[in-house]
């Protein structure tokens, strides 16, 4: 009997140990997974909520609560101009709502400049940054870019015509000079929808530009044709004085007249002879 006691003895003895070893390797387990997760939160950027579209919207199109939908988005990347409840994007309350100005895609969050305010008409009056007004020009094929002109892009603007006395000399004749420069497009004919894809033929384009600017334009518009030359979004140099006339493109170099030759000064008298007047050179003194 004792020695079945002492081997049972010894066998609980063993099971005790092996499920102590067994419960310090779980709970080891558990630790170690417990740090991973602590690790794991630390490097997690943290996110918050903001409104985005759920479908595509178009410009001109009303954003109602059923167009809308939260996500969470990376806080340190957060753009400027999200609305992050719907006190802020309804701030006027339902019946007042915001207008798209620009188009966009499903789950992007709506951006305060690309909507209007609460209730106000999504026009170009929308786009017109203050001080600056609306002007239109005629286009075609060739001085509107073949087409690929969009709202929010920025053009140089040339004018072509005759200039005619001037400042004297050789200054008349067609002319090809750079009058503005930089200038932002808000509208492609009858839209301002930056959002459009594809290259489509334009008869007229919109520019922002300040009320000195509108006089110039109407002035070279009514006197000439005006051109069109686009600018790369990322460029950010200015163009200088730039003036093409036929002599400069064809590389004649203007020539001053040649002096007029000075008539000899010639002296005479004049005599008659009977009923004949005949005139006698003879040296001039002075």
Known sequence: MRAVFGLVLVVGMGLAGFAIYMVQGYFQEQNANLELQRAAMELAIPTVDVYAVNRVMEHGEQITMEDTIVIKYAEPFLPEGVFRTEEELFSDGPDELRVVLRQMEPNEPILATKVTAPGEIGGITALLARGMRAFTIE?????????????????????????????????????????????????????????????????????????NQVAALAQAQATGNLSLSLVGREDDTVAGAIEVNQASLLGIVAQAPAPEAQAEETCSIRTRRGAEVIDIAIPCTN
């Open 139 to 211: 286009v075609d094929v060739s001085s509107g870019v073949s087409g690929f002109l969009n709202a929010g892009d920025r053009v140089d603007i040339y004018w072509t015509g005759r200039v005619d006395g001037i400042g004297g000399g050789n200054n008349n004749g067609e002319v090809t000079q750079l009058i503005q420069a930089g200038i932002e497009l808000v509208a492609i004919d009858q839209t301002s929808d930056s959002g459009r894809i594809g290259a489509r033929i334009a008869r007229t384009v919109t520019v922002q530009v300040t009320p």
